[in-house]
């Protein structure tokens, strides 16, 4: 399967516990996007890489959120400390150019209880 | 700032039937690109259709078609020949041709298929 990968696909951790998430991109897609898609909304921008730069972070991004992309080859997504409110699907998404077709993974659905 | 919008939180059609879902953006950039992606239940989302601004055709992806209003700030999907697998969420997107060009998404519309 050569489409963009996302581990594990669901976590549930209790409140206060720090969660990673990994995203596989699909290989020679320079540009990795986080998205985060609560409950009967529509996917929101976190944050994107191009190559191992991680040159955009959205507002929603707190300091608590950190995400890497060492080499330019798969990215995490880490939050510490995690809240009730931070639960929610995490979509990885990958694209080989600008405003070409954005390849997305199935998501990290996070429960924080 | 960027928004789009998706007025039709819910919409029905019957199987062979065409279904048009309905999307208004804001934006005063001149150069941009639009999206519908579909969101099957539990799968990944998908591109369903795309449409450069700079082009004044509509796009057309076989039963998928667009209705594309730039001064109105409308963008359209037309579903034709509807089947059972079109049943999913769909979402507009916005992407200006900007360094990240992030998608900005609107709330979506969950198509429901009846035979």
């Known amino acids: 399967d050569t489409g963009v990968s996302q581990d594990p696909r669901h976590k549930i951790t209790k409140r206060g516990q720090n969660v990673t998430f990994r995203c596989d991109p699909i290989?020679?897609?320079?540009?990795l996007y986080w998205y985060r898609q609560t409950l009967g909304q529509g996917p929101e921008f976190l944050t994107y890489?191009?190559?191992?730069?991680?040159?955009?972070k959205s507002r929603l991004l707190s300091d608590r959120f950190s995400a890497e992309r060492p080499k330019g080859s798969f990215s995490t997504l880490e939050i510490q400390r995690t809240e009730q409110g931070d639960s929610a699907m995490y979509l990885c998404?990958?694209?080989?150019?600008?405003?070409?077709?954005?390849?997305f993974g199935q998501g990290t659905r996070l429960t924080v209880v | 700032a960027q928004t789009v919008t998706q007025s039709q939180p819910e919409m029905s059609v019957q199987e062979a039937e065409t279904v048009t879902l309905s999307c208004t953006y804001d934006?005063?950039?001149?150069?941009?690109?639009l999206f519908w992606y579909k969101q099957p239940p539990s799968r990944q989302m998908i591109l369903v259709i795309r449409?450069?601004?700079?082009?004044?055709q509509n796009a057309t992806e076989n039963r998928f078609s667009v209705n594309f209003q730039k001064a109105a700030k409308s963008f359209s999907l037309k579903i034709s020949d509807s089947q059972l697998g079109d049943a999913a969420m769909y979402f507009c997107?916005?992407?200006?041709?900007?360094?990240?060009?992030?998608?900005?998404f609107g709330t979506g519309t969950r198509l429901q298929v009846t035979l």
């Open positions: 998404a990958s694209r080989p150019d600008k405003n070409t077709e954005a390849f």
């Open positions: 290989s020679e897609h320079n540009r």
């Open positions: 890489f191009q190559n191992e730069a991680q040159l955009e």
């Open positions: 934006t005063s950039e001149s150069d941009y690109y």
């Open positions: 449409q450069e601004a700079y082009k004044q």
């Open positions: 997107a916005y992407s200006y041709t900007g360094t990240a060009s992030k998608l900005t």
